[in-house]
């Protein structure tokens, strides 16, 4: 099975800054199939971004996400107090769908 | 706007069979190009991709789970069912409905998710 790989696995930062989470793939993933959710205590997981770079729907544009490769990165450019979460991507690669462990995102 | 709700039994035990429903609300079951999954996170880990429906009909499993899941549709009921056999307490989990609407050749992403439902499995 293909594996995402996110790191860090734990992010400590201040509202304000600037936060970048990655997430990298095994095998070459199209982007058309990366994802990337936000999930919060005690509630279902929101998406973010879809086919690598596409905001979903109602999501802030301080969310963006890029990629280079089998490298994909999840950019959040000033950090609100909301955004303390947890982040997973997502890809469909080789007739599969996987997660990856995700990253912490906590108040330093 | 479509609105998931899942329901069922939050206590199954060891060997048996665990059924789920997740009741559609704002949109059609058989609407073209909805797809109408499920996914599902053990207690302080991440997600697991467990299935999905097509508004056509065709499914897809995690490979893991194959022999053991099912993922079927009620479009009387607006409806969508998931049922997993032989549970062990590995099968225990928040078990979340979730749906995404795509005109694409494959399912990218769910963006509309049920509230989730604890399932705990006891020997």
Redesign the interface.
Known sequence: ?SVLTQSPGTLSLSPGERATLSCRADQSVSS??L?W?Q?KPG?????LI??ASTR??GIPDRFSGSVSGTDFTLTISRLEPEDFAVY?C?Q?VS????????TKLEIK | QVQLQESGPGLVRSSETLSLTCSVSGGSINSDGYYWGWIRQPPGKGLEWIGYIHYSGSTYYNPSLLSRVTISSDTSKSQFSLTLSSVTAADTAVYYCASRYTSGWYLDAFDIWGQGTVVTVSS
Do not use: E, I, K, R
Not at chain 1, 43 to 47: F, G, N
């Open positions: 099975d058309s199939y994802a959710y999930q509630q279902a997981p929101t998406l879809y086919g979903a729907t997973y997502q469909f007739s599969a769908y996987t997660f990856g462990q995700g």
